[in-house]
């Protein structure tokens, strides 16, 4: 069971989980670690009318979005939710899933998920006491800045929830947390999976040496140096980064194509390198960064991305891995992993079920999460653990 500080204060309100179905995998997850936890967990005042329903075989809330044969859809809630504290899960970029569309079969993507989002806020109708949207990868949050006369879709999305009646939106790793400034007046969480990362790779590379002689950690980018900086500053080791050169005369699939990686930091010859960044996409500047520290003489290269998208499949990765260039790539399962990335033989996956299901349990008793947020605490104790139990 984790620390229950939190449990002095009574609950918001009953608690209901609702998992659109890109995520009823992990949501079923997080729902059993709460259950056990409740049921387990013992409150003096468990027998008052504030703890109603505290104890439960299942949170999750029967909801649907079913569709008609031209693609639109409806948003449906079977069960009540009235004084619920809600926290609603959806993972926008589950491509997994498809719908018909006048007899074609169409791949759901994440503007539909976000439309049913949408939906399903709507047939709340009001009646839940708190709304809370967990969204692991941020809607549109790669087009979170107007450098042209363009958009700002990130911003209007998070606008438009709040306006709906979302009260909170926690998010996973945001491609640039700054977005919030959008809503200034709501609560916006933007949580970092370094914890589970650091243990990840504890777990499956018994080898490896967490300290500034034999480890390195790397930014692909200046947008990753943040990640970077805090991921190398708990382990104690050293922070360099690679900056891309940029071809600003020509867009190629929508972006300027890169010319070169020009790396800033320390000699890597023979140490561990960690690359640290929000998401892979198709891979390419992940694995040159990772081809420009072998050609530096760096022993061993983990990635460590929080959203494995992998959007031009694996081939490149297992050419990588046959080749020495990468070791292992740790993603998180926040967002939906097919059964060929869980084959891959270099692949680990981080479970942050168990982490959702702490966030959930203590904002439903409005306790605070600072230290989810910030980890520092909990990664020095499983680096401690670690290091003792190889002394032995």
Request: net charge negative.
């Amino acid at each position: 069971m984790p620390q229950e500080d939190y449990l002095a204060t009574i609950p918001v309100g009953k608690l209901g989980i609702i998992a659109l179905e890109s995520c009823k995998g992990i949501a079923n997850r997080v729902d059993d670690y709460i259950v056990s936890w409740r049921n387990e967990r013992e409150h003096s005042h468990h027998d008052t009318i504030h703890f109603t329903e505290y104890k439960k075989d299942s949170y999750l809330i029967n909801s649907v979005c079913p569709r008609f044969g031209t693609g639109e859809a409806k948003g449906l809630i079977r069960e009540t939710v009235r004084g619920d504290d809600l926290y609603i899960l959806v993972d926008v970029t589950n491509y997994s899933l498809t719908y018909s569309v006048c007899g074609q079969t169409n791949h759901m993507s994440p503007d539909d998920h976000f439309a049913d989002l949408k939906r399903i806020i709507a047939a709340v109708n009001g009646k839940a006491r708190r709304i809370t949207v967990i969204m692991p990868f941020l809607y549109e949050s790669r087009q979170h800045k107007r450098s042209a006369r363009e958009s700002l879709d990130c911003a209007l999305a998070l606008q438009e929830l709040v306006n709906m009646g979302v009260d909170s939106i926690i998010t996973f790793d945001a491609h640039d947390p700054r977005v919030q400034n959008a809503i200034p007046l709501k609560t916006f969480e933007n949580v970092l999976p370094t914890y589970q990362f650091i243990k990840a790779l504890l777990r499956n590379i018994p080898d490896i040496t967490m300290d500034a002689e034999h480890t390195m950690v790397i930014s692909p980018d200046e947008g990753a140096m943040g990640r970077a900086v805090y991921f190398g500053n708990v382990i104690g080791a050293d922070v360099g980064m690679f900056y891309k050169r940029r071809d600003y005369t020509t867009i190629v699939n929508g972006r300027n194509p890169i010319v070169a990686h020009e790396f800033l930091g320390s000699n890597v010859e023979g140490k561990d390198v960690i690359i640290i960044d929000d998401m892979i996409s198709s891979g390419e500047s992940m694995l040159d960064t990772a081809r420009e520290l072998k050609a530096r003489k760096a022993k061993r290269i983990f990635i460590c991305s929080t959203f494995g998208l992998f959007t031009n499949g694996f081939e490149k990765f297992d050419k990588a891995y046959e080749e020495g260039i990468i070791t292992r790539i740790i993603t998180t399962n926040l967002i939906y992993q097919s059964d060929e990335l869980l084959s891959r033989p270099y692949y680990i996956s981080a479970d942050m079920s168990k982490y959702i299901a702490l966030l959930i349990d203590t904002l439903n008793h409005d306790g605070s999460i600072s230290s989810f947020l910030t980890p520092t605490e909990r990664i020095q104790k499983c680096i401690a653990k670690y290091n003792e139990a190889k002394q032995k």
